[in-house]
């Protein structure tokens, strides 16, 4: 309750000032014989009737040139308190006054637009920020806005629309978000078992955006899915080009359709070439995997120490007591056993996944943060000062 007060209190001041000095003019009184609501709204707020007050002190500070930045100004204070509410009786106060001019109501519906979209109530935002795009007014500011409502209710046709309008507007580029709105659609597509609609919306995605990982990895997924395992594998393989951090995110997939082709070979290739470029830990696993297959475990547990020693990593030393402990290795095999499971609750518990932009980490892959909404800044995490 005290923070509301001293919240109201210099708009309190503000309008007993205000009330004396439109009736000094007229005769010599003191502020308070010509301002008696300035001490009602006071009394309101000290017996925690914070509406009453309000209503007090919208009622003197009567709409004018001179009042319509302290009636915005309380009303975002109000908004971003989270009283939303309260911002919004102030900014329909505002506009409800017919004296107004064309850019005070502009600035006073985009404030309104704000408040309904705080409360959740997402029409009427909308319908706000249309009408400031119909009178032309802080349009940049309305259809940003109208683009957080859209993907708040994943209508990807919409946000396209938006982006587009937007990016023409402001001369800032929104080909990253629009390749995601596509890939939006074409998982709806390909929900819906229309493979051919999905791939064609894939190829918008990567017609936006070159480097669109998210795109390449679902048009690989409906190729493997399809049965075509190499063009499966030529698709999937792009993403090493695109952005090296989701190797690890398409190479099960990769493996999975190189077996099925039965060429064993040129996976085991392929994933040294991946190794000697980027020492990913997801290739050097699929490699230990295959020296075991061929060279026993000390092969493998040789290959996973060199690595390690040069690139520390919790997955891999996992791998090693795993191998270790299969091994059969009589020293220290209790310690052995308490590593392992003190290992698998780390990773375990660990978020994989990271933003590159706010920080928030995930267990899970999200193409937009949930945090800071930013699109593909979510990559997965691979080494171990990232725990």
Avoid at 40 to 52: A, C, I, M, T
Avoid at 304 to 310: D, K, M, Q, R
Avoid at 332 to 350: A, M, T, V
Avoid at 370 to 379: D, F, L, Q, T, V
Wanted: with cysteine; hydrophobic share 40%.
């Amino acid at each position: 309750m005290m923070e509301l007060f001293w919240l109201l209190l210099p708009v309190a001041a503000a309008s007993g000032w205000w009330a004396a000095k439109r009736n000094i003019s007229r005769q010599e009184v003191t502020v308070t014989e010509r301002s008696p609501g300035y001490f009602s709204g006071l009394n309101y707020l000290l017996n925690e009737q914070p509406d009453k007050a309000i209503d007090v002190f919208i009622k003197m500070l009567e709409v004018d040139s001179d009042t319509v930045e302290t009636h915005l100004a309380l009303g975002n204070l109000f908004r971003r308190r989270g009283e939303v509410d309260r911002a919004i009786r102030i900014h329909q106060n505002l506009i409800a006054r017919p004296m107004l001019n064309r850019e005070q109501r502009a600035q006073a519906l985009l404030e309104l637009g704000q408040d309904y979209m705080k409360a959740g109530l997402f029409d009427r935002a909308e319908s706000l920020f249309n009408e400031l795009g119909e009178m032309n007014m802080f349009q940049a500011q309305a259809l940003e806005n109208l683009l957080t409502i859209y993907q708040q209710e994943k209508d990807w046709d919409k946000c396209l629309q938006v982006a587009k309008r937007l990016g023409q507007r402001t001369g800032k580029s929104r080909r990253r978000e629009c390749a995601h709105y596509y890939c939006e659609l074409a998982e709806e597509a390909r929900f819906r078992k229309d493979l051919i609609k999905a791939s064609q919306l894939l190829k918008k995605a990567q017609l936006s955006d070159e480097g669109c990982v998210r795109a390449t990895i679902l048009q690989g997924e409906i190729e493997a899915s399809d049965g075509s395992a190499k063009n499966a594998i030529r698709i999937l393989r792009q993403v090493e080009k695109q952005d090296p951090a989701y190797i690890s995110e398409v190479l099960p997939a990769i493996i999975d359709c190189y077996r099925e082709m039965g060429n064993r070979a040129e996976l085991v290739r392929y994933l040294r070439q991946l190794y000697e470029k980027h020492h990913s830990v997801s290739s050097v696993l699929a490699l230990t995997d295959f020296i075991q297959e061929d060279e026993g475990e000390e092969a493998a547990i040789q290959f996973l120490t060199g690595y390690l020693h040069a690139h520390p990593n919790l997955e891999g030393l996992d791998r090693m007591v795993t191998l270790s402990l299969k091994k059969g290795m009589s020293e220290g095999f209790e310690s052995l056993l308490i590593l392992q499971h003190i290992l698998n609750k780390i990773l375990e518990n660990r978020a994989a996944y990271q933003c590159i932009s706010c920080g928030f980490t995930a267990k899970t892959l999200h193409w937009q943060c949930p945090s800071c909404k930013a699109w593909s800044s979510i990559k997965p995490r691979d080494e171990l000062d990232e725990v």
